[in-house]
């Protein structure tokens, strides 16, 4: 059963004085299945931040359709079950990691007794609960990226929207977001994942979108590798179709 | 759903009154009501009016502070920086989302205006212990009167500031916007003096044009109706009755430009 599904999305912005429209992304369909990780690669500008802000209900798709859990995404019900972490997640600088975790629970619903010890083992596994009573403004990148991963999971959500997860982490930190990732989908949870890291999408997930220009060019699973790297898949795919 | 909007509010609440700015904007005004001990020795008569004014404008001049360098931030800049993405990541609809900023917005001026009130009062207490005589016709009641009044108001420039940031992007423009607002319905009143005058007497209006005025000074944001400091430092009787119509003045203004917010913020994106 899909959870994320998308049917033929497209998506402009409009720019500039004359007020003209650039195309962000053009007829996008694509399905997550539940317990699925899909990893979405593209360069910049490809178009993945624009369909994860319409998973999201940010912004409004011009054409077609996407459900999530069979919810509309400007529905809030559609967002009790998902966690996100944005490309570069920007916080309440004066509140503590323990406040910011604290709302997310509550606005999900969660009882404060679950809610207390799920930011604690939240906390201990991205490092943080040494720094748990610091003001965000005191944090380093990485230390507000991992704070950025405990907010998207705390609540528990069954689908997470990961954009960039790995940004301003050293390897330390990104070695502890794939183990985290890869402890999700044992867990069963649907991943949506946009890097531009080709290995760790190699690393972590089942399929893989790749997108160039606002289209979608080609879904492939790890077994339609073989013995190619993603990079080589990924490189062959835009060169085909920049020829085409 | 009204957790939901707490939960917003009180985040809300925690961001804006650990700002250094509320910090800077407390002492400045605290410095001010300081400096009233210190200027009332140099007045020879009405201490008691002197020191209402000061300390009454010392609030008001506050709550300005905290509404434009504080409350803009908390919403404005929360769509300008992208901070808005944590919130709407989670299950809240756009409506909850204003409802709970606005709350929260409404938290740290009544938490400002009780601090600001307590300081005051003090400042008055020993103002009257010093000046005696000059304070007898000084009434608590009056006093406390304007403070509310004047709290009224911001709870309709906060709404203002609301809705100006659910419609525009900038948070430049919202602060634009709010300070044109302020000093528009600050006015308004002047405006309508000048408009039923002709050369200092009465101006010869139609029936229909003067309703038309009177209709439009509320309308349009009538401020000045909030602004007590002429009736407390004259220590004059406001009857309950203009209290309670200023009260429902705030709350229906407040109401109609937070729906209003609501209903564009739903419509907006945030790319």
Redesign the interface.
């Known amino acids: 059963m899909a959870i994320i599904d998308l049917n033929n999305v497209s998506k402009s912005?409009v720019s500039g004085f004359l007020m003209r429209k650039k195309k962000a992304v053009s007829n996008i369909s694509f399905k997550v299945g539940n317990g699925e990780i899909l990893g979405i690669i593209g360069a910049n500008g490809a178009g993945k931040s624009t369909i994860i802000?319409m998973i999201?209900?940010?912004?409004?798709p011009d054409k077609g359709d996407i459900l999530i859990d069979n919810n509309k995404p400007f529905d809030?019900?559609s967002?009790?079950k998902?966690?996100?972490l944005?490309e570069?997640?920007?916080?309440?600088t004066?509140?503590t990691a323990v406040?910011?975790l604290r709302?997310?629970t509550?606005?999900?619903?969660m009882p404060k007794q679950l809610a207390d010890k799920r930011i604690k083992t939240l906390l201990e596994t991205v490092d943080l609960y040494p720094h748990r009573k610091q003001?965000l403004k005191t944090y380093s990148k990485g230390m507000t990226q991992r704070a950025g991963i405990c907010?998207?999971l705390v609540?528990d959500p069954q689908v997470v929207v990961l954009d960039e997860p790995m940004s301003g982490l050293d390897p330390l930190g990104r070695k502890m977001v794939l183990d985290l990732i890869l402890d999700l989908k044992a867990q069963g949870k649907t991943i949506l994942f946009c890097s531009h890291i080709l290995n760790d999408v190699e690393r972590v997930c089942d399929r893989v979108a790749v997108m160039d220009k606002g289209h979608l060019r080609k879904v492939f699973t790890r077994e339609d590798l073989g013995n190619q790297t993603m990079e080589e898949v990924f490189l062959h795919t835009i060169e085909e179709r920049s020829e085409c | 759903m009204l957790n939901k909007v707490l939960s917003l509010s009180i985040l809300t609440f925690l961001e804006g009154v650990r700002d250094r700015a509320i910090f800077g904007i407390g002492l400045f005004a605290l410095a001010m009501m300081s400096v009233t001990l210190v200027v009332l020795g140099f007045f020879m008569r009405e201490l008691d009016k002197v020191a209402v004014d000061i300390n009454l404008s010392a609030i008001s001049l506050a709550g300005l502070l905290v509404t434009f360098f504080l409350s803009i931030n908390l919403m404005a800049k929360d769509i300008d920086k992208r901070t808005i993405y944590c919130v709407m990541s989670k299950p809240f609809s756009r409506a909850q989302y204003v409802w709970g900023k606005y709350i929260g917005i409404l938290f740290i001026i009544s938490t400002a205006f009780a601090v600001l009130t307590f300081c005051s009062s003090l400042t008055i207490v020993i103002a009257k212990m010093q000046y005696t005589n000059w304070f007898k016709a000084f009434s608590w009641i009056e006093y406390f009167k304007a403070v509310y009044a004047s709290f009224l108001m911001f709870v309709v420039l906060n709404a203002f500031i609301i809705f100006f940031s659910s419609i525009t992007s900038s948070s430049f423009l919202t602060l634009l916007f709010s300070i044109c607002t302020y000093i528009a319905g600050q006015t308004i009143e002047e405006v309508v003096i000048y408009l039923k005058s002709a050369n200092g007497q009465e101006a010869q209006l139609s029936e229909f044009i003067q309703k038309m005025i009177d209709i439009l000074q509320y309308i349009l944001p009538n401020l000045s109706v909030f602004d007590l400091k002429v009736q407390a430092s004259h220590a004059i009787h406001l009857p309950l009755d203009y209290l309670l119509a200023i009260t429902g003045y705030a709350a229906i203004y407040s109401g109609i430009l937070m729906i209003a917010a609501s209903l564009m913020f739903s419509r907006r994106e945030l790319p």
């Open positions: 912005y802000k999201q209900g940010f912004i409004r809030p019900a967002r009790i998902m966690g996100y944005p570069n997640p920007y916080f309440y004066n509140l406040e910011l709302f997310s509550s606005a999900s619903g003001r907010f998207a609540h």
